[in-house]
């Protein structure tokens, strides 16, 4: 596995892991490398420094009782992945969109959803849109008295 800095069009600076360099150059080449800020794949390797284990490292390293295998990265469980073609990114692009649109246009009661939403129903509250979290037994239980909900879409990169 090989840590790059990565840096997008817009100079957004993030890291990731890649099997090798030729698999960096590969997802880059397909639009599969995303800038997390601005979504950008427009993404190009930054300049790093080494990381060289000289022997003044390994001394120190060993005065703390530390080996330095120790440093090597644990690998992380793994997580459901895609390869993802333009039509797929087109529904990315589509729902987090929606998403934002629904979000901008509310006002987030966080927690305090379900309360919210019934006293907006029964009229102790100014009808207003909102949006925060609930379990699915309390929109269950908003559903059937009558109090409309709806589930936000999941935004695509919640998971990443």
């Not at 880059?28 to 284990?53: D, Q, W, Y």
């Not at 509310?106 to 379990?135: L, Q």
């Amino acid at each position: 596995m090989i840590k790059y800095s990565l840096v997008c069009g817009q100079g957004h600076e993030f890291e990731s892991w890649f099997d090798s360099g030729d698999s960096f150059d590969r997802q880059a080449k397909r639009g599969f490398v995303e800038c997390p800020a601005c979504r950008s794949t427009k993404v190009t390797k930054a300049l790093m420094a080494p990381n060289v284990s000289t022997s003044k490292r390994r001394s120190a390293a060993q005065a703390r009782d530390i080996a330095p295998a120790a440093a090597a990265p644990v690998a992380a469980p793994a997580q459901p992945v895609a390869l993802l073609d333009d039509k797929q990114r087109q529904m990315r692009s589509m729902i987090r969109d929606l998403h934002d649109k629904l979000t901008e246009n509310s006002t987030d009661v966080g927690a305090n959803f379900s309360a919210e939403a019934r006293k907006i129903h029964d009229g102790d509250s100014p009808r207003r849109s909102i949006h925060g979290k609930a379990t699915f037994e309390e929109a269950k239980s908003l559903a059937e008295d009558g109090i409309p909900v709806l589930p936000l879409p999941s935004l695509p990169d919640e998971r990443n």
